[in-house]
């Protein structure tokens, strides 16, 4: 017997209705860049339509979140004034905490998630405090919470570290708990890779290492295993969500965490997968709405509940 699978392909109609895997605005997360200063809005070349804003000008892009029906928003907040110890990661007045009070009196819909890490508030540019040419572990953690702690306080919905540092969602959780944030779900980097796919977004965050690289405490790309040790103990460590980064290359790695974890996945786009596509898209060598849905979709099929993606905006246009 020959099977006619092309049956169910003839026209859009039917593909409409046999399609597996849907995309839908709610999927995603969209990323924004607030920065010091006063009507700013500053385009980032490498990646064509990202723009930091200063909080004055952020409600140009909240708008065009709220207006989408997205998911939520992850930002990143970049500081006029940078010292080893992250300082302004924490205060209460810092750029991120100020953007955060923000959004929560003028855009109470939208869903605020907030990426813990020290790299954007450091003069030297790591993720963790420093001795010499070391990164530090366990000191780096009372940073870390204190940020968690100081954007929830803020009115984060929840917070995001991404900094890679061993037991940094223990410490984080229970920060959060004595402080009476019981309810403030994290959502942790647990695969992330040391990637030459983030280049444009040090740039957008200003977050480039002063010295070294970030290969000490970022994954290597090789190693698959090792993603699903790293998923399995920030899942007891108590992180609600859990998150695979870079997408694309990776992705054999989040269908892996699929089928082994049951808890909530999440997928980052980054920043140089979203540049790659303008670049080809401004050149005229592929169609870039048939690419980015194909990709997002991609996401989703390989087991991503939730999408970090520069390419939220127009996706929503696009379905």
């Not at 006063?38 to 909080?55: L, R, T």
């Not at 979140?65 to 990143?76: Q, T």
């Not at 500081?79 to 955060?100: C, N």
């Not at 993603?227 to 989040?254: F, N, S, T």
Request: aromatic share 8%; glycine share 8%; charged share 25%.
């Amino acid at each position: 017997m020959m099977y006619r699978f092309r049956r169910l392909r003839k026209d859009e109609r039917i593909r409409s209705m046999m399609r597996e895997t849907r995309l839908h605005p709610k999927d995603f997360i969209y990323p924004v860049f607030v920065i010091e200063g006063e009507d700013i809005k500053n385009p980032v070349a490498s990646m064509p339509g990202i723009f930091q804003y200063s909080i004055d000008r952020l409600g140009e892009i909240l708008e065009k979140v709220r207006e989408a029906g997205i998911g939520g928003i992850m930002l990143f907040g970049i500081p006029k004034q940078k010292d080893p110890e992250a300082s302004q990661a924490y205060v209460k007045d810092g750029i991120t905490q100020r953007a955060v009070r923000l959004i929560k009196e003028n855009y109470p819909e939208i869903y605020i998630v907030v990426d813990i890490c020290l790299c954007e508030y450091t003069s030297h540019g790591h993720c963790g405090m420093v001795c010499g040419d070391e990164i530090l572990n366990d000191e780096t953690l009372p940073y870390l919470t204190r940020m968690a702690v100081s954007l929830a306080e803020a009115g984060a919905d929840m917070v995001a570290p991404s900094d890679m540092m061993d037991g940094r969602v223990a410490a984080i959780r229970e920060g959060l708990d004595k402080a009476g944030l019981a309810q403030v779900p994290i959502m942790a980097y647990s695969a992330k890779f040391a990637s030459a796919y983030y280049g444009p977004f040090r740039e957008a965050a200003h977050s480039a290492p002063g010295f070294g690289d970030r290969r000490s405490y970022q994954m290597d790309c090789a190693n698959g295993q090792e993603a699903l040790r790293e998923i399995a103990a920030d899942i007891e460590e108590g992180a609600d969500i859990v998150m695979v980064k870079p997408a694309l290359a990776y992705l054999d790695v989040l269908k892996e965490a699929a089928l082994t974890f049951d808890a909530p996945l999440a997928v980052y786009n980054v920043s140089g997968e979203y540049a790659m596509v303008k670049a080809a898209a401004e050149n005229g060598w592929i169609d870039e709405k048939r690419i980015v849905m194909e990709n997002l979709t991609a996401m989703k099929r390989a087991g991503a509940k939730i999408i970090i993606t520069y390419h939220a905006l127009d996706a929503v246009e696009w379905m």
